[in-house]
C-alpha cells in the first residue's frame, strides 16, 4: 500500500457513475438543443443575477484596491443583466446570444485592462490575458452580430463541457480505484 495512502479510498466508483451521469447529460443537451438551450436561459439568469451580487460585494470590500471600479461595473452590470433574463423568459431565450456576447465583450475588454496593468507592474505573464482579451472581443462580435451561432454555440459549448467533466470524473475514478489497489 502507497504510505502517502494509508488507507484505501471507499467510494472510488462514485466519481465513475457522476462521470457517467454527466456524460449522458451532455450527449441529450447535443440531442436536444432546442429545448436545452430554453433550459440554458433560466440558468444564465441566475448565474448572471448571482454573480452580479457577489461581484459587487467583492469590489465593495475591496475598494482599497486600484481599478476595484471596474469589478464594481462588472457586478452591477451582471446584476441588472440578470433581473431583466429572469423578468422575461421568451426575450431571454431570444436575445441571450446577445447579451452573453455583449458581457463576453466587457470581460474581454476588462481582460484587456488587465493584461495593461499587468505588463505596467513589470508582470511578464501579460501576453496570454492580452491575447485571450482580443480573441473573446473576436468571438463576442461573431455572437452577437449572428445570434444563432451565439445560440448553438452556447449550448455545444455546454454539452461538450459537460461530457469533459464527465470523462475527467472517470478517469479521477479509475485513479481512486488505483489508489486502492496500491
Do not use: C
Not at 111 to 135: C, D, R, T, Y
Amino acid at each position: 500500500m502507497n504510505e502517502s495512502y494509508p488507507k484505501p479510498y471507499k467510494y472510488w466508483f462514485l466519481p465513475i457513475i457522476t462521470g457517467i451521469i454527466f456524460i449522458i447529460s451532455g450527449i441529450y443537451i447535443f440531442r436536444t438543443p432546442l429545448s436545452s438551450y430554453l433550459a440554458l436561459t433560466m440558468l444564465f439568469a441566475a448565474i448572471f443575477f448571482i454573480s452580479g451580487i457577489f461581484e459587487i460585494v467583492n469590489a465593495l470590500s475591496n475598494r482599497h484596491f486600484q481599478n476595484w471600479g471596474w469589478a464594481l461595473v462588472g457586478g452591477i452590470i451582471d446584476l441588472i443583466f440578470g433581473i431583466i433574463l429572469m423578468a422575461s423568459p421568451m426575450l431571454t431565450a431570444t436575445f441571450l446570444p446577445i447579451y452573453v456576447g455583449f458581457i463576453i465583450m466587457f470581460r474581454s475588454i476588462t481582460g484587456i485592462g488587465h493584461a495593461i496593468a499587468l505588463k505596467e507592474m513589470n508582470v511578464s505573464a501579460w501576453i496570454a490575458p492580452l491575447i485571450f482579451g482580443i480573441l473573446g472581443i473576436l468571438l463576442s462580435l461573431l455572437m452577437i452580430f449572428n445570434p444563432l451561432i451565439g445560440g448553438l454555440t452556447i449550448v455545444y459549448y455546454t454539452a461538450f463541457s459537460i461530457i469533459m467533466f464527465g470523462v475527467l470524473q472517470i478517469i479521477f475514478g479509475i485513479t481512486l480505484k488505483k489508489l486502492k489497489q496500491l
